[in-house]
């Protein structure tokens, strides 16, 4: 999904304008992208005289770090409720889990998607 950097936009709203499907609003001085709405066109990008509007792949380091300080912080917030270091750890497992299962619903979308590639 297309993301925007607050550092370099102006609010100049040639995105907002360009948007096929309205999904870019103004936020103060600033856009703002509404996910739900976005269908991938990539127009943004290509019309922002500022190139603020960036790609997810420019955000995967920092989604990672994120996904791991939350596991760790809910493995420290398990074991101190408890006093159990146990608890801790079969929440790190359960969360190890999860992202296992995310990986194969989102391995098996993708070759869905893939086979429906090829038909096009
Ligand atoms: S075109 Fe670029 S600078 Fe202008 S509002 Fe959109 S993101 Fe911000
Ligand atoms: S990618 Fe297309 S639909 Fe999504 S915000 Fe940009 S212009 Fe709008």
Not at 8 to 33: H, Q, R
Not at 54 to 80: M, P, T, Y
Request: contains cysteine.
């Amino acid at each position: 999904m297309p993301w925007i950097d607050k550092e370099l936009c102006t609010g100049c709203g040639i995105c907002i304008d360009e948007c096929p499907v309205d999904t870019i609003v103004l936020v103060g001085d600033e856009a703002e992208i509404e996910m739900d709405g976005c269908i991938r066109c990539a127009i943004c990008h290509d019309v922002c005289p500022l190139d603020a509007i960036k790609h997810d792949s420019e955000k995967v380091d920092e989604w990672i770090e994120e996904k791991v300080r939350g596991a760790v912080r809910n493995r420290e917030l398990c074991e101190k409720l408890s006093g159990n270091p146990r608890d801790g750890k079969d929440s790190l497992e359960r969360t190890i889990k999860s992202y296992k299962r995310d990986v194969f619903i989102l391995q098996k979308a993708i070759e869905k998607l893939e086979d429906l590639f090829k038909t096009l």
